[in-house]
């Protein structure tokens, strides 16, 4: 069952997940955002705690990200086109740190 979930949510085996992956990686460039941004550091403490372990650099970037987001949505504009073609919209950068604090967080329990 659990390779089925897996090939039928996957975008390269199926035709549904990869219009879903294709329409997020849209919405998300004409932000300037990263799938990963998405993650809400309030709502889940692991998440909080897996940001606190990142670098410097890496949170002040999502948080720049973040922001620009913010500003332009508030205006009710996108980035120009040339920037959204630079943006890498699924370019991970919290889900080691995350599935590390979750090790972390089961061991101590």
């Keep these: 069952m659990d390779a089925f979930l897996r090939s039928f949510l996957n ?6 997940a990869a219009q879903h992956c294709k329409a ?6 004409k932000y300037g955002l ?18 606190s372990r990142l670098p410097k650099e ?3 970037a999502r948080t720049q990200r973040l922001k620009r ?6 205006k009710h504009e996108y980035l120009p ?4 073609a630079l943006q890498t919209p699924f ?4 889900q080691e740190m995350l599935t590390l604090t979750l090790i972390i967080s089961t061991g101590e329990n």
């Design 58 to 60: 890496v949170v002040d």
């Design 91 to 94: 370019r991970g950068y919290l």
């Design 24 to 29: 997020i990686s849209k919405r998300l460039k």
């Design 69 to 74: 987001a913010m500003d332009l949505s508030m």
């Design 34 to 51: 990263r799938y990963d941004d998405l993650y809400d550091p309030m709502f889940d403490l692991d998440i909080k705690e897996a940001l």
């Design 81 to 84: 086109e040339d920037l959204q």
């Design 11 to 16: 975008p390269s085996r199926n035709w549904f």
